[in-house]
């Protein structure tokens, strides 16, 4: 998404191709990239009801321009060639360098990146996650416990500590001491700096990271982030030296691997690696979330179909059974169609002249799939800015039309992980507390650093606790 500004091609190049690329519209990069940054949903409803389902940005930068696509054919021609005629760099993700550094995941490119994900993704299989039910069960419930009847809480805000916590203590085998308490102050401030699309003028446009002194936003950035990395290293020696082979947590998976020449990950990789696991993963779920428990409480008959399911399971509700309810994964499908936490899929770069929808699209262009225009189209779902979790109980969608996760050789890796915590946590919620919406409704949707989350988080008071209309 915000990726765009970095792919420079000559003059010459615009003026050849210049016929034939997809639509734009006429107004100057500036504007375009602070309209990306401050309302990026009213500027993608107007370009694409002016342009259609590909069109141009030419945003700073992006000399080319940089192609959205809502097209599920042409999502699919390019995400199933994204390491043919199209590639997926890394590099070009060089805006989350200041947060995730160069050797996570996220910014490898090419055989690196799939030597990578080769070793990552095992641990984040469907059946490995599912051992994590009684934790990310027993870290909502303590969450819940902490809110007192009466009480008005800030969803957003709330699911934050959740997400975390599960992160922190499922994905890399965190032990609750000292140190974890430090790990997880340091993830928050440095995570505060995205919260608003004011920061996130600061990721998006580099020439404004300037470190002026402490109380400089960048300048506190940079010294809360030197204080996490030290925390860091100081667990991954701390982990090195006390290795237990048996553990299966991600870190301890990524101290003991070795390449095909049998060497280890060096100290800066695995900090990488956990810097992108932690921001992919943490900021992303509990922004889905807060959502979720949003939809859930502003519309009664939602909530109330919900629980008459979970009813029919009694009160031994086993969480595995809880994550397969058909009704609970439509409510969970729908909240991430109508505000995809990501509303665009990591860049693709054009390897070769390609033709998409009888566009030439140059070599060397940025291609998008824009996912939020995809789960807005009214061919596929009608009536889309409502929220109906039946949708997704009357007909399947293909990987192409429902891409929440994106797609190709850079799909989400804590898909299933994402998938149950939402369903365990908002089901915890829902059967723990019963909570009334009270800030401005409805609930709207703003840029939160790269991600889209609610503006100003959702507010909600505490009615009550151990809310057992279940029995
Ligand atoms: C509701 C929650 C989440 C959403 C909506 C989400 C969405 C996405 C999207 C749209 C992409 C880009 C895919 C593409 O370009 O095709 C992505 C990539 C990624 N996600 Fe997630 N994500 C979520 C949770 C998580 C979690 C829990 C983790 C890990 C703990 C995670 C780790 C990653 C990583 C590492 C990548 C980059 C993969 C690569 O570069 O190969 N995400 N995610």
Known sequence: MVTLLYLRRSGLDIIQNFMTLPPSINTSSAIQLWQWISEPLKYLHKYERQCGDIFRLNMLGALNGAVMISNPQTIQQVLTNDTK??????????????????????LL???????????????????????YTDLICSI????????????TINLREQMQPISLDIILQTVFGLDRNERYDLIREGLVKVASLIESPLNASFLLIPALQKDLGAWSP???FLRDRSALDRLLYEEITNRRRNYQSDKT?????????????????????LHDELMTLLFAGHETTATALA???????????????????IATLGTERDPIVISKLPYLNAVCSETLRIYPVGMLTFPRIAQEPV?????EIAAGTIVSGCIYLTHQREDLYPEPHLFKPERFLERQFSPYEYLPFGGGSRRCLGMALAQLELKLVLVEILTHCQLELTGTLPALPARRGVTLGPKGGIIAKVVSKKYDSLG
């Open 355 to 359: 033709s998409l929808q009888g566009y």
């Open 249 to 269: 947590d991600i870190l301890t998976l990524l101290i003991g691997a070795v390449d095909a020449d049998g060497h280890g990950m060096n100290d800066l990789e």
């Open 140 to 151: 909502s419930r303590k969450a819940i416990d902490r809110w007192q009847v009466g009480e």
């Open 85 to 106: 005629q199209f590639s997926a760099p890394g590099s070009i993700n060089q805006i989350l360098q200041p947060f995730l550094g160069d050797r996570g995941v996220i």
């Open 291 to 309: 959502w979720a428990v949003y939809w859930v409480n502003y519309l009664p008959e939602v909530k109330q179909k919900l629980l008459t399911e």
């Open 109 to 131: 490119d090419g055989h690196e990146h799939r030597q990578r994900r080769q070793l990552v993704m095992p641990q984040f299989h469907g059946d490995k996650v599912r051992g």
């Open 218 to 220: 960048w300048g506190r």
